[in-house]
């Protein structure tokens, strides 16, 4: 046997699923096998594997042993004369194994391979080709020095950027993401080092084909897309710990002690620093808009009371007591600034009528407190109307600056629509077509190209795949969709690039699923459209579900000496409301029973379910998923109202 390719999984299944087609067309023409080791997902992933792939041999662990145990369980029983370790948010082209097979056959030095790696929207990885990490690259990079001079052979070792990405290098180390190396070799230099859990397994094993006397290659003649931090948040505190302390392990192993202590030094700097930077930022995005609202609205509040309120308050002299600016005006705009947050003012992206919304919704709250006041400290009620006037006004008219300058998470009106192309035959287009309905992201535009080269075309179709670039830009296309059962992966990559200055992004719809897969930055966690079951999962739900539960529990436990005589089981409705207060169950949630066929966004048990109130107790079990498929994929804090209020008597349930 020729190849075996290992995939190591975990919680990526729209990923795993594109990757795995990818890799069934690569392997046509070589003799391997293809081993998936899965860590313990709870997304459906080993679900999808036994349906869709059933020639892969499947590991799934029960624990996630992380990336290194998890390739050496399959390393183990691989039978292949190479062994390659592929990440699972990757696309290979359809020659890929063919060609580095043939690269690895003609060249006896190498004991592992790299390729050219391209992200989601055609450019080019930089990691594709690197250097050993030592103290002198290591801190070029750490500090940001490799970026500003990124072909510099003394500053750009680390990504080895004075190399071309287009002619075959050696290099010290392969990226994980497609390592290749020959099985005689691992052999000789062990395993990955499971002292690794995650991160620099590449780089020890990488350096140890070196030291044993081999070469590894940089081989650009084949690529692959990697959609980059699918399985990580790289941007996170943890990415940043987990794969410092990794360098800090290879060093010691590796380096001198003098050097050693050097690297680990500067890592642990590096730690502090960007762990730092990441706390700092995440505050600061989270804050900075209830700060800036809060500082317009005490603003405001000063400006009505120097220059309207205390005139006419006072006109002979005097001013409020110092308590009223103290204590009181941040009073209001706490509770406007709460307000604001529960009717999503602070969801990205910002809308201009939420924040509307939550002036006048907090306002009422302050004027039932104000009636609720002692005399003395009631000072004017003009006072709270003029500055909600300020507030509606002021807090959009900050946001519309925002967006005049450019800010991303900023929103005026409806989402603006995309114009998409997907580029497929007939039937694949109307199946993704199809998926867009189901996705709920409303397309303004949805055009059809032909996906051959110049060959005449239907009337369904705009053009064929040699006019799409004209075809962008008279129909202003915003998004291309590739239909993978029709176009080959190379072909698909070789368009990425071609069709850069477009500035479109990209995606790909594998033959036979339900998910159309794309990412163009690191910190997106998986540019996707699938079959929409994720409104129920929307920050904005999730808090209006919360607060409805809350104060329904409150009311129930008020009243509870009436209710209780209507429930079934009074004694089982007086434990939920409890539960449901200390959060461990909802009153609304799935209908348990069976692992449902749909993967669908985690919420608390439910005392109630979408089925509760229907009278046919023998529902099958196709019902009772779709019944929680409808209820995820519709749902609005009604429809939990609804399901209680005619559900009432089972609340003990």
Same mark, same amino acid.
């Given at each position: 046997?020729?190849?075996? =390719?290992?995939?190591?999984?975990?919680?990526?299944?729209?990923?795993?699923?594109?990757?795995?087609?990818?890799?069934?067309?690569?392997?046509?023409?070589?003799? @391997?096998?293809?081993?998936?080791?899965?860590?313990?997902?709870?997304?459906?992933?080993?679900?999808?594997?036994?349906?869709?792939?059933?020639?892969?041999?499947?590991?799934?662990?029960?624990?996630?042993?992380?990336?290194?145990?998890?390739?050496?369980?399959?390393?183990?029983?691989?039978? +292949? %004369?190479?062994?390659?370790?592929?990440?699972?948010?990757?696309?290979?082209?359809?020659?890929?194994?063919?060609?580095?097979?043939?690269?690895?056959?003609?060249?006896?030095?190498?004991?592992?391979?790299?390729?050219? /790696?391209? #992200?989601?929207?055609?450019?080019?990885?930089?990691?594709?080709?690197?250097?050993?990490?030592?103290?002198?690259?290591?801190?070029?990079?750490?500090?940001?020095?490799?970026?500003?001079?990124?072909?510099?052979?003394?500053?750009?070792?680390?990504?080895?950027?004075?190399?071309?990405?287009? *002619?075959?290098? %050696? =290099?010290?180390?392969?990226?994980?993401?497609?390592?290749? /190396?020959?099985?005689?070799?691992?052999?000789?230099?062990?395993?990955?080092?499971?002292?690794?859990?995650?991160?620099? %397994?590449?780089?020890?094993?990488?350096?140890?084909?070196?030291?044993?006397?081999?070469?590894?290659? $940089?081989?650009?003649?084949?690529?692959?897309?990697?959609?980059?931090?699918?399985?990580?948040?790289?941007?996170?505190?943890?990415?940043?710990?987990?794969?410092?302390?990794?360098?800090?392990?290879?060093?010691?192993?590796?380096?001198?002690?003098?050097?050693?202590?050097?690297?680990?030094?500067?890592?642990?700097?590096?730690?502090?620093?960007?762990?730092?930077?990441?706390?700092?930022?995440?505050?600061?995005?989270?804050?900075?808009?209830?700060?800036?609202?809060?500082?317009?609205?005490?603003?405001? &509040?000063?400006?009505?009371?120097?220059?309207?309120?205390?005139?006419?308050?006072?006109?002979?002299?005097?001013?409020?007591?110092?308590? $009223?600016?103290?204590?009181?005006?941040?009073?209001?705009?706490?509770?406007?600034?709460?307000?604001?947050?529960?009717?999503?003012?602070?969801?990205?992206?910002?809308?201009?009528?939420?924040?509307?919304?939550?002036?006048?919704?907090?306002?009422?709250?302050?004027?039932?407190? $104000?009636?609720?006041?002692?005399?003395?400290?009631?000072?004017?009620?003009? &006072?709270?109307? !003029? @500055?909600?006037?300020?507030?509606?006004?002021?807090?959009?008219?900050?946001?519309?600056?925002?967006?005049?300058?450019?800010?991303?998470?900023?929103?005026?009106?409806?989402?603006?629509?995309?114009?998409?192309?997907?580029?497929? #035959? *007939?039937?694949?287009?109307?199946?993704?077509?199809?998926?867009?309905? *189901?996705?709920?992201?409303?397309?303004?535009?949805? +055009?059809?190209? #032909?996906?051959?080269?110049?060959?005449?075309?239907?009337?369904?179709? !705009?053009?064929?795949?040699?006019?799409?670039?004209?075809?962008?830009?008279?129909?202003?296309?915003? %998004?291309?969709?590739?239909?993978?059962?029709?176009?080959?992966?190379?072909?698909?990559?070789?368009?990425?690039?071609?069709?850069? *200055?477009?500035?479109?992004?990209?995606?790909?719809a594998p033959e036979d699923s339900l998910s159309i897969i794309g990412s163009n930055s690191i910190d997106t966690r998986g540019d996707l459209y699938t079959v929409d079951i994720s409104t129920i999962a929307k920050s904005a739900?999730?808090?209006?579900?919360?607060?409805?539960?809350?104060?329904?529990? !409150?009311?129930?436990?008020?009243?509870?000496?009436?209710?209780?005589?209507?429930?079934?089981?009074?004694?089982?409705?007086?434990?939920?409301?409890?539960?449901?207060?200390?959060?461990?169950?909802?009153?609304?949630?799935?209908?348990?029973?069976?692992?449902?066929?749909?993967?669908?966004?985690?919420?608390?048990?439910?005392?109630?379910?979408?089925?509760?109130?229907?009278?046919?107790?023998?529902?099958?079990?196709? &019902?009772?998923?779709?019944?929680? /498929?409808?209820?995820?994929?519709?749902?609005?804090?009604?429809?939990?109202?609804?399901?209680?209020?005619?559900?009432?008597?089972?609340?003990? @349930?």
């Amino acid at each position: 046997m020729k190849l075996s =390719v290992v995939i190591v999984n975990y919680n990526v299944e729209h990923f795993l699923e594109q990757c795995l087609l990818s890799v069934r067309k690569a392997m046509q023409a070589v003799d @391997g096998e293809v081993f998936v080791v899965d860590n313990n997902s709870i997304d459906g992933s080993v679900k999808m594997v036994k349906d869709k792939f059933p020639e892969v041999k499947l590991l799934a662990n029960n624990k996630n042993l992380g990336f290194s145990k998890a390739n050496n369980q399959a390393i183990k029983l691989a039978s +292949g %004369e190479y062994v390659l370790l592929l990440n699972p948010d990757t696309v290979v082209e359809d020659d890929t194994f063919s060609k580095v097979i043939e690269f690895m056959d003609s060249h006896p030095d190498a004991g592992g391979l790299g390729v050219k /790696m391209v #992200d989601g929207s055609g450019k080019f990885l930089p990691e594709s080709k690197r250097g050993l990490p030592t103290p002198e690259a290591a801190f070029y990079k750490m500090f940001g020095i490799s970026k500003i001079f990124p072909r510099s052979k003394r500053f750009s070792k680390y990504h080895l950027g004075y190399l071309s990405p287009d *002619e075959v290098h %050696e =290099v010290d180390i392969l990226a994980g993401a497609f390592m290749l /190396m020959r099985k005689s070799v691992l052999d000789k230099t062990g395993l990955l080092d499971e002292s690794f859990f995650m991160y620099g %397994e590449d780089i020890d094993l990488s350096y140890r084909i070196v030291k044993a006397g081999y070469k590894n290659y $940089y081989f650009p003649e084949t690529r692959i897309i990697h959609y980059k931090g699918e399985s990580t948040k790289k941007s996170s505190v943890n990415y940043v710990i987990v794969f410092y302390k990794a360098m800090v392990i290879f060093a010691r192993k590796h380096f001198t002690q003098k050097n050693a202590r050097l690297l680990t030094n500067l890592i642990n700097i590096a730690i502090y620093f960007r762990a730092l930077v990441a706390i700092l930022s995440r505050f600061i995005r989270q804050l900075i808009m209830p700060v800036a609202d809060g500082a317009l609205l005490f603003a405001g &509040m000063v400006f009505i009371k120097e220059f309207w309120s205390r005139p006419r308050i006072y006109p002979g002299g005097g001013d409020y007591p110092q308590e $009223y600016l103290h204590y009181i005006v941040p009073f209001y705009i706490f509770i406007w600034l709460i307000s604001i947050f529960f009717n999503g003012g602070y969801d990205k992206p910002l809308k201009l009528r939420k924040s509307v919304q939550g002036m006048l919704v907090g306002t009422v709250v302050i004027l039932v407190f $104000y009636a609720l006041l002692p005399e003395q400290m009631r000072f004017s009620r003009g &006072m709270i109307l !003029l @500055g909600t006037l300020w507030g509606t006004i002021a807090l959009p008219a900050f946001r519309l600056i925002l967006h005049w300058l450019g800010v991303e998470w900023i929103q005026l009106g409806e989402k603006k629509s995309k114009r998409l192309l997907i580029i497929g #035959d *007939e039937n694949e287009t109307k199946r993704v077509s199809e998926i867009l309905k *189901e996705s709920r992201i409303k397309p303004d535009f949805i +055009g059809f190209a #032909d996906p051959t080269e110049n060959r005449e075309v239907k009337d369904i179709y !705009l053009g064929n795949l040699s006019q799409v670039k004209d075809i962008i830009s008279i129909y202003k296309i915003d %998004e291309v969709i590739f239909c993978s059962g029709n176009i080959q992966h190379q072909a698909i990559i070789d368009k990425m690039a071609e069709w850069q *200055e477009t500035s479109v992004d990209y995606k790909i719809a594998p033959e036979d699923s339900l998910s159309i897969i794309g990412s163009n930055s690191i910190d997106t966690r998986g540019d996707l459209y699938t079959v929409d079951i994720s409104t129920i999962a929307k920050s904005a739900n999730r808090r209006n579900k919360r607060l409805l539960d809350v104060l329904f529990a !409150l009311l129930a436990l008020t009243m509870s000496p009436l209710l209780i005589f209507t429930q079934k089981k009074p004694g089982n409705f007086l434990i939920n409301i409890f539960k449901v207060l200390w959060g461990k169950r909802s009153w609304v949630g799935y209908h348990q029973g069976r692992k449902s066929a749909v993967h669908l966004p985690k919420i608390k048990p439910g005392v109630l379910t979408p089925v509760t109130m229907l009278s046919d107790n023998n529902l099958s079990e196709e &019902m009772i998923d779709k019944a929680n /498929m409808l209820y995820a994929r519709d749902y609005s804090v009604v429809k939990d109202f609804n399901i209680i209020i005619k559900s009432f008597r089972n609340l003990g @349930g």
